[in-house]
């Protein structure tokens, strides 16, 4: 009796699609049903389906984290055991897999090899320049099951799942901080190191993430990108004037737990929170004097450093604080502050 072999140890039937059917089978490609993205190994199709399906087979057996892929489970490891073998010669920043480091080494090298056919944007990585492209084709195929909101990429959307879990896996070593992203705790981990490896070329000030220089950069160039479409302002990042708009539409998402008190943005609702614990996490290295907020630490710096960097463009004057400066200007354009009304009610 013959035995039907045609579902041991293979791939069904009905999951492949040659995508054509004159090629021989040296030369066959497999069509995904869903997206019809095309793959020369049935066994890559399998994987790639587990992005429709939402499984995710690999299982991290210390924070339960899970992956669609072995090899990126096994990449997962290495944030538990805290081994980063690969060191970049150039700024000395660690990493757990060479790859990575390659991909690194454009930033010094000044690489951008992968370039758009639409836009001529250039970028660093294919992947990159994939998920870019889909900026002009209008694509977002990753759909939330929660909420139905919609991303290019799938990380994006296995990132913003995690808002409604609650989850935040990734924890730092050195204050049991929390974060969402492992990229966001990398980031933040250059606070206890004292990293700044992003440098301007105008002015040479160093910054911790490429991002903040990116911003930085629209201050020497004068650009202003992002326009509100109420009031004509104008913002150097895009998150400045999402958070500008909920001024006209007077949202205030952000509740505080304890005193009920709203805020329009996440950050000031965590600087208000210090206020109910008492916490004042940031301390100046030279009189150790506390301080609710890293802004506020920065510009006491001053004190000790002697710094003045905000000018009057009228008469030269320099001040520690923009307020100050704005306060001052008012000399000039004739207007009176609330303190010298009030100071003007006490005389009399």
Not at 135 to 150: A, E, L, N, Q
Not at 162 to 178: A, N, Y
Not at 185 to 214: A, E, M, Y
Request: charged share 25%.
């Amino acid at each position: 009796m013959e035995m039907d072999t045609s579902s041991c140890g293979r791939t069904p039937l009905h999951l492949l699609k040659p995508a054509n059917e004159d090629n021989n089978q040296r030369g066959k490609l497999y069509e995904c049903s869903v997206c019809s993205k095309v793959f020369p190994h049935p066994s890559n199709l399998n994987t790639h389906k587990l992005i429709h399906t939402g499984e995710k087979p690999y299982k991290c057996s210390v924070c339960s984290q899970a992956f669609r892929r072995p090899i990126a489970l096994n990449q997962h490891r290495h944030i538990h055991i805290g081994d980063k073998p690969f060191k970049c010669s150039v700024c000395s920043e660690d990493f757990r897999h060479s790859s990575t480091l390659s991909r690194h080494k454009r930033i010094h090298r000044g690489e951008k090899p992968y370039k758009c056919s639409v836009c001529s944007k250039v970028f660093r990585q294919s992947s990159t320049l994939n998920t870019h492209k889909r900026i002009h084709t209008g694509k977002k195929p990753d759909k939330c099951s929660v909420c139905s909101k919609v991303f290019r990429q799938s990380s994006t959307l296995n990132t913003h799942k995690l808002i409604h879990t609650g989850e935040k896996p990734h924890k730092c070593s050195v204050c049991s901080k929390v974060f969402r992203q492992s990229s966001t705790l990398n980031t933040h981990k250059r606070i206890h190191t004292g990293k700044k490896p992003d440098k301007c070329s105008v002015c040479s000030k160093v910054f911790r993430q490429s991002s903040t220089l990116n911003s930085h950069k629209l201050i020497h160039t004068g650009k202003k990108p992002h326009k509100c479409s109420v009031c004509s302002k104008v913002f150097r990042q895009s998150s400045t004037l999402n958070s500008h708009k909920l001024i006209h539409t007077g949202k205030k998402p952000h509740k505080c737990s304890v005193c009920s008190k709203v805020f329009r943005q996440s950050s000031t609702l965590n600087t208000h929170k210090l206020i109910h614990t008492g916490k004042k996490p940031h301390k100046c290295s030279v009189c150790s004097k506390v301080f609710r907020q890293l802004s506020t630490l920065n510009t006491h710096k001053r004190i000790h450093t002697g710094e003045k960097p905000d000018k009057c463009s009228v008469c030269s004057k320099v001040f520690r604080h923009s307020s100050s400066l704005n306060t001052h200007k008012r000399i000039h354009t004739g207007k009176k502050t609330g303190h010298r009304r009030n100071s003007h009610w006490r005389k009399h």
